[in-house]
């Protein structure tokens, strides 16, 4: 299971750190993401990191805005997110891939959160 928080309305210019609870897996065997999905768009690709967290990949319209991050005592990964703009409006998903690398790729990915908002006003 997958929990997301940390979402909310912020202004543009503003951070937000989203947070991802990992239960019910072996949490060091597997990558994780970040995805997100503004209304009528494709899920896009945010960020990944492999299961040690020594490897990350960034999607270009958030590379040097966004960081993440994981704490394989905690079971948790995060997605701190800096200089927002109105174009990260979205619901973003927190995703595991069992395959422990990182990916850009959905399909790469086996289990997924519920979302949480990120609303950025201008």
């Known amino acids: 299971q997958l929990v997301e928080s940390g979402g909310g309305l912020v202004q543009a210019g503003g951070s937000l750190r989203l947070s991802c609870a990992a239960s019910g897996l072996t949490f060091t065997n597997y990558g994780m993401g970040w995805f997100r999905q503004a209304p009528g768009k494709e899920r896009e690709f945010v960020a990944a990191i492999n299961n040690n967290g020594g490897n990350t990949y960034y999607g270009d319209s958030v590379k040097g805005r966004f960081t993440i991050s994981r704490d394989n005592a905690k079971n948790m990964v995060y997605l701190q997110m800096i200089t927002l703009k109105p174009d990260d409006t979205a619901v973003y998903f927190c995703?595991?891939?069992?395959?422990?690398?990182?990916?850009?790729?959905?399909?790469?990915?086996?289990?997924w959160g519920r979302g949480t908002q990120v609303t950025v006003s201008s």
């Open positions: 995703a595991a891939a069992r395959s422990g690398g990182y990916s850009y790729g959905p399909l790469s990915y086996d289990y």
